[in-house]
């Protein structure tokens, strides 16, 4: 699920590097590798989850979506957390990751499995198997499909890139590179083999049955969060709060009011301390 290009804002260079073929590139890589190999392993608290993860965002938690759909189920299950921000990538090279007592878990939706067996957390107890099934439908169809939505307008139409670049604190070239590798993913997806015009169309009908699914329930099913919620909630911040320079800033706001007021609900409830947990705007450090 997290792609290579949720890391670009901390590892852009490492992308780069992947991707030229230049031989200083490759050579950086080599030696950034054994650095971190040689990196002495950090003494952690027992019993806390260790979160890996990249620096905060502009205006909500993280640029990328599973950051935030994994630090959201730690606050919802209340699970002790510690967060760790940098670039090192996890076994599998993404971000982001966990560690546990010394065990580390790679993939958000496999940490949360791991932590659900581990900790014995059910978010889900409350629900039928009917309504169980219906959520992990609505997170599948976030996560493996609406995501790609996030990644094509964001770096692969020719669209106002000023955002993203002072976000992830990158360069033109480096953007050049996103753009080209996503569009090669999309094409390989399939959505990237459709017109900008489609894609659109795609994206709002997308965005319509999954507003028309919530409609005015407090959460995804209904008075009660469960585990899919973060994972809806982790897609939907991007749209909501990093969605500027796509031309489609405001669209959630102005045209899913349902899935703006879960948004804004999911923020109240799971991060009371939201202000301290964004750059605003890179105007200021966070401070959690």
């Known amino acids: 699920m997290e792609g290579l290009l949720d890391t670009l804002g901390d590892s852009s260079r490492t992308i780069a ?39 905060r965002g502009p205006y909500a938690p993280s640029l990328t979506p599973f950051a935030v759909k994994l630090e959201t189920y730690l606050r919802m299950a209340r699970i002790p957390y510690q ?31 791991f932590l659900n067996e581990k900790l014995e957390v059910d978010l889900n107890k409350h629900l039928s198997l009917r309504d169980k099934g ?6 599948v169809m976030t996560e493996e499909h609406l995501y790609w939505f996030l990644l094509i307008f964001r770096y692969e139409y020719n669209n106002d890139k000023t955002f993203i670049k002072q976000a992830l604190k990158i360069g033109s070239f480096v953007v050049w590179i996103a753009k080209y590798m ?12 459709h017109t900008e015009v489609e894609v659109t169309q795609m994206f709002k009908k997308e965005l319509q049955a999954l507003s028309d699914f919530i409609g005015d329930r407090k959460f995804l099913m209904g008075d009660e969060p469960c585990e899919s919620d973060c994972a809806v909630f982790g897609q939907l911040s991007q749209f909501y709060w990093h969605f500027l320079g796509t031309g489609h ?15 804004e609900r999911m923020k ?7 202000d301290q947990c964004i750059t605003h705007g890179g105007t200021r450090e966070a401070t959690k």
């Not at 800033?249 to 948004?263: K, Q």
């Not at 109240?268 to 939201?274: L, S």
Request: positive net charge; charged residues 20%.
């Open 83 to 113: 967060n760790v921000h940098g670039m090192k990538m996890s076994s599998k090279g993404k971000v982001p990751w966990i560690e546990y007592n010394g065990k580390a878990v790679a993939d958000s939706t496999l940490c949360i499995n």
């Open 17 to 55: 590097y992947a991707v030229g073929g230049v031989v200083v590139a490759v050579a950086s890589v080599v030696v950034l590798r054994k650095i971190l190999i040689k990196e002495k392993a950090k003494e952690y608290p027992r019993d806390t989850v260790i979160l890996h993860q990249i620096g």
């Open 134 to 139: 219906v959520a992990m439908a609505m997170q």
């Open 249 to 263: 800033e405001n669209l959630i706001r102005d045209e899913y009011p349902s899935l703006a007021a879960y948004c």
């Open 268 to 274: 109240e409830t799971f991060w009371p301390d939201w």
């Open 182 to 193: 996503v569009a090669k993913q999309t094409r390989t997806q399939g959505l990237g083999r």
